[in-house]
């Protein structure tokens, strides 16, 4: 072992202010020095080359430290925040001061009002992805309604955009109520329900690098009705997104991250959800919460819902209110906004997204096929066998009259509010074929299954 007088004091800290890094600390023959969560350290160490390893949620950097004297090593940890937050190496002042000014004035007309929706894009490195014009990608991106209607086209009058530093900003004043983001290029769309909510700002957050990073932009509603480069809780989000991945992360959220979620009803909301899943709770129950629709599609009785055109933001919700039904009957309504999103939702990121809203009327003669040659009588899974033999044999010399057959399309369309809407809608499924009973072995709604029978038939038969 080397003497008192061979070691050299070193302390290590990071110009950015973060806390829960994991760092580890090699020598030059792989021996572990350090490990643990720390902001900065003070060692005692002996002459050599180490290697320094930061970690921070799901990021790793790695820095090489030469020790022949005593030092002190000041480095940049550079973590990719989406949010122009806290002085990392993406988030420069041309970031955060256009971000910061376009939040507290629209840039379709500066009104002293706050605006409602603050959407900020910008490139992860403004020298780099020279094909990445901001001016251009104005095009892309929209604000609709649930009737597919355009509310405001980004472009160069109701946008601010700088190609010289890389980064795009639109915000405005929108009522309350549920809207939809959507980029749209040649070949590919998206499309991401949001909120608008009294005394909240919306907020979207998206990168560039050759293509827009879609995997981690995300959705902030804040109180502060504003925003700040010194907002930390921007990557108290980042953890809790992490849990969602990988419920053991759960563990990495701190004290301090816990305060901080206290102070947010949004990241009160994304926890209530994630402890849906988990046995452990934080100390959060009674802090205020955001009343998103996935808390409520996530309760014992989705059905309580008010409004059937009301979609969640966050896409696990989706699924498990549109699938994992537990008594396998439809427990949303034919033609509602979720039915006209679901053939289209992708679940290849945390938030709910989709590429289309259809419209009803397209799925008329699609329909017509099916209902026009459903039985008079439904043969339901809970009838007996001798209830179910008498059916099939009334329905060898009886079909559904005309009356019928209208009131079952008009209900699947949406044209129509039929009394009784659960039981009636199963017995227009259960009319038609084995549609139920694929639906059923698959674990999908109905009314998917229609519209893409061929597919799901040839599935369900391999299944038998």
């Known amino acids: 072992m080397l003497s008192s007088e061979n070691k050299y004091h070193v302390t290590i800290s990071f110009n950015q202010r973060i806390e829960g890094i994991l760092l580890s600390l ?142 795009l900003a639109f915000s405005t004043k929108l009522q309350n109520g549920q809207y939809f983001l959507k980029w749209n ?24 690098s050759t293509l827009p990073d879609f995997e981690n932009c995300f959705f902030f509603y804040t109180k502060k009705m504003c925003f700040s480069v010194d907002a930390e809780e921007y990557l108290v989000l980042d953890k809790i997104l992490f849990a969602f991945k990988d419920y053991s992360n759960y563990k990495l959220l701190t004290e301090k991250d816990i305060s901080i979620i206290q102070q ?23 802090c205020e919460h955001l009343l998103l629709p996935d808390l409520i599609l996530l309760s014992d009785n989705p059905n309580e819902i008010e409004n059937d055109e009301l979609l969640p933001v966050i896409s696990s ?16 309504k034919p033609a509602s906004l979720i039915d006209r999103t679901i053939d289209h939702v992708r679940y290849d990121l945390f938030w709910n997204n989709f590429s289309k809203i259809d419209n009803t009327i397209d799925w008329l003669d699609l329909y017509s096929k099916f209902i026009n040659k459903s ?17 099939r044999v009334a329905n060898k010399f009886a079909k559904a009259n005309k009356d019928t057959i209208e009131v079952r399309l008009n209900s699947l369309i949406g044209k129509i509010q039929v009394e009784n809407f659960e ?17 059923d072995k698959l674990n999908l709604p109905p009314t998917k299954v229609l519209r893409n029978y061929e597919t799901y038939k040839g599935i369900y038969d391999k299944l038998k």
């Not at 901001?134 to 980004?154: A, C, G, P, R």
């Not at 209110?321 to 949303?332: G, I, L, P, R």
């Not at 039981?423 to 639906?439: K, M």
Request: hydrophobic share 35%; charged share 25%; net charge negative.
């Open 317 to 332: 919700v989706m699924n498990k209110y549109s699938y994992n039904k537990k008594n396998k009957k439809v427990s949303f």
């Open 375 to 391: 039985d008079l009588f439904p043969v339901s899974k809970s009838d007996n066998q001798i209830v179910k033999l008498g059916k």
């Open 26 to 167: 090699v020598n030059g023959i792989l021996e572990t020095v350090y490990t643990g969560v720390a902001e900065q350290l003070s060692l005692e160490l002996p002459v050599g080359i180490y290697k320094l390893r930061a970690k921070f949620i799901d990021y790793m950097q790695e820095y090489p430290l030469i020790i022949d004297e005593n030092k002190n090593f000041r480095l940049d940890f550079d973590y990719p925040s989406v949010a122009p937050i806290l002085s990392f190496r993406t988030t420069h002042e041309y970031f955060h001061g256009n971000c910061e000014y376009f939040s507290k004035f629209t840039t379709e007309k500066e009104e002293k009002a706050n605006p409602s929706l603050l959407f900020f894009g910008a490139k992860y490195d403004k020298d780099k992805f020279q094909n990445v014009i901001m001016e251009k990608l104005l095009s892309n991106y929209s604000v609709i309604n649930s009737d597919n209607e355009t509310l405001s086209q980004f472009d160069s009058v109701n946008a601010k955009f700088s190609n010289d530093y890389g980064w």
């Open 185 to 208: 290029n040649e070949s590919e769309c998206r499309i991401f329900p949001f909120y608008i909510f009294d005394n909240y700002q919306t907020q979207f957050f998206i990168r560039y």
């Open 264 to 286: 947010h009803p949004y990241l009160v909301t994304l926890i209530h959800i994630l402890q849906s899943e988990l046995s452990e709770k934080l100390d959060c129950e009674d």
């Open 423 to 439: 039981s009636n809608i199963n017995e227009t499924f259960n009319s038609i074929g084995d549609v139920s009973e694929i639906a």
